[in-house]
């Protein structure tokens, strides 16, 4: 039996079973002028990876948090349907298009059923509310999804994964960069609720250096947070940030940051061993605000993981975790977990 977690209105027990999610498995494929070789991610999935072969990769199971519970992540083309097992109260498993909220920019969003009948009275039982985002390339090379609940005083139980549906040949000189968009739910340790987030992303690669894995570099721009209902917040949170530790009762107190316009920039941490034969790449990221003192602090920090796809090496997919201290409240973390797709 795994550790309980905390729900909003009551404590539960949870028990499971282990499993691997992923979209639609990638078929194995074999290439013989490529060398299986490991991988610079530390996700499980794919166990022989390389630049010849497809590849998934999924969040790591961690019962203190609830992350990397949902498995077998499958969608319905035809019904236009996510199905999601291992997540407790979130209906029958699949997930409808939502109504409110249907899409994100290029990437798609789904919501379980809000009720499910008891199965010998057909006596209605609420659910808890669970929001998926699904990110395709146009060329269907590459995919992710995003699963995360709001209902849990902690994170709650969700996953992510993302995959390429082929091989990748990796040029060995040159570089390149490669522009896209990026969507992504924001849940809270400390408090309830849910919350979207879009932005753009620009990704640089030079293929010649380092010597010790390609250099990359990144950035995520732009970014705007909604509510559940699609709200634009992001003046709300701007609002939080420029006004921490003002006193409201003196007029010439000095907040701890500078006046912020915008949120702050997402920047890949830059460094050779980034990236590896297999078309992976993951790496540090965050994102820094200016103190009043002039001096720069961390605001979020967290994790990329990615993975290069094509004969042109012409698209990138991957997955974004950081976290933050939410200035809107005293004591409550933001987890941000988003995806991109990228195209030279």
Do not use: W
């Amino acid at each position: 039996m795994r550790k309980p977690m905390t729900a909003l209105a009551a404590v539960f027990v949870f028990t499971a079973c282990d499993g691997n999610p992923f979209l639609t498995e990638p078929e194995p494929t074999t290439d013989p002028t490529t060398t299986t070789t490991t991988s610079v991610i530390s996700l499980p999935g794919t166990e022989n990876p390389s630049a010849g072969v497809s590849i998934y990769r999924y969040e790591a199971l961690d019962s203190a948090s609830g992350s990397g519970y949902a498995e077998s992540i499958s969608y319905d083309a035809t019904n236009d349907q996510f199905y999601v097992d291992n997540l407790a109260f979130d209906g029958d498993n699949f997930y409808e298009r939502d109504t409110v909220v249907p899409s994100l920019g290029p990437f798609q969003v789904y919501e379980n059923d809000s009720f499910f009948s008891d199965s010998s009275t057909g006596t209605p039982i609420n659910q808890f509310q669970h929001k998926a985002i699904y990110g395709v390339s146009t060329s269907g090379q590459t995919e992710f999804a995003i699963v995360r609940t709001g209902q849990y005083v902690g994170y709650g139980f969700g996953g992510f994964l993302y995959q390429r549906n082929n091989g990748v040949t990796l040029p060995t000189s040159g570089q390149a960069v490669y522009s896209g968009e990026y969507a992504g739910i924001r849940d809270f340790l400390g408090r309830g609720g849910l919350e979207y987030v879009t932005g753009d992303t620009l990704i640089a690669i030079d293929f010649e250096d380092f010597n010790e894995g390609d250099g990359v570099r990144g950035e995520i721009t732009n970014r705007q947070v909604f509510d559940v209902n699609g709200n634009n917040i992001t003046p709300t949170l701007i609002n939080a940030i420029n006004t921490a530790g003002v006193d409201p009762t003196d007029p010439t107190s000095i907040g701890t940051y500078a006046n912020i316009t915008e949120l702050p920039v997402l920047l890949f941490t830059v460094g050779p061993g980034v990236g590896d034969a297999n078309g992976e790449i993951t790496s540090g990221l965050n994102s820094h605000l200016e103190l009043s003192t002039g001096a720069l602090q961390t605001y979020e920090d967290g994790t990329y993981y990615a993975m290069i796809s094509g004969t042109n090496a012409e698209e990138i997919v991957g997955v974004v975790v950081v976290t933050s201290q939410d200035p809107r409240y005293t004591g409550v973390t933001a987890r941000e977990t988003g995806g991109f797709v990228v195209y030279r």
